[in-house]
């Protein structure tokens, strides 16, 4: 994966949604619709040819997730993990995000300024 920004499109049970993130040196962070923040590593496996995302995502109080579950009255952080092939320029996949699969959409959208 090479540094960059990138569009998300993820759908669950709930809804279907489009968020950004920037990767940069094996770490990502980015935002939802929601306002839901997003941030963590991606490292490649050699032996399988994939990339392994690890991360969380941090949401604000009383928001519904794509997964159908709403946060309570505070902040709520999931575990976001999954599996993917290269984005560049674009990929399918799922995640587990909660406990639960989510299918999403990676697209390259351009190098980082400067």
Do not use: H, W
Request: charged share 15%; glycine share 12%.
């Amino acid at each position: 994966m090479r540094d960059g920004i990138y569009q998300l499109q993820y759908a669950g049970v709930s809804y279907s949604a489009l968020g950004v993130f920037v990767f940069r040196n094996g770490q990502f962070t980015g935002i939802g619709p929601t306002g839901a923040k997003y941030d963590g590593t991606c490292t490649f496996e050699p032996q399988r040819n994939l990339y392994l995302m690890q991360g969380q995502a941090v949401f604000k109080p009383n928001t519904p997730t794509v997964t159908g579950f709403v946060t309570s009255d505070s902040e709520a952080v999931f575990p976001i993990s999954g599996e993917l092939s290269s984005p560049d320029p674009a990929t399918r996949f799922s995640i587990v995000f909660g406990g639960r699969p989510v299918d999403v959409a990676v697209s390259y959208v351009c190098p980082l300024p400067g």
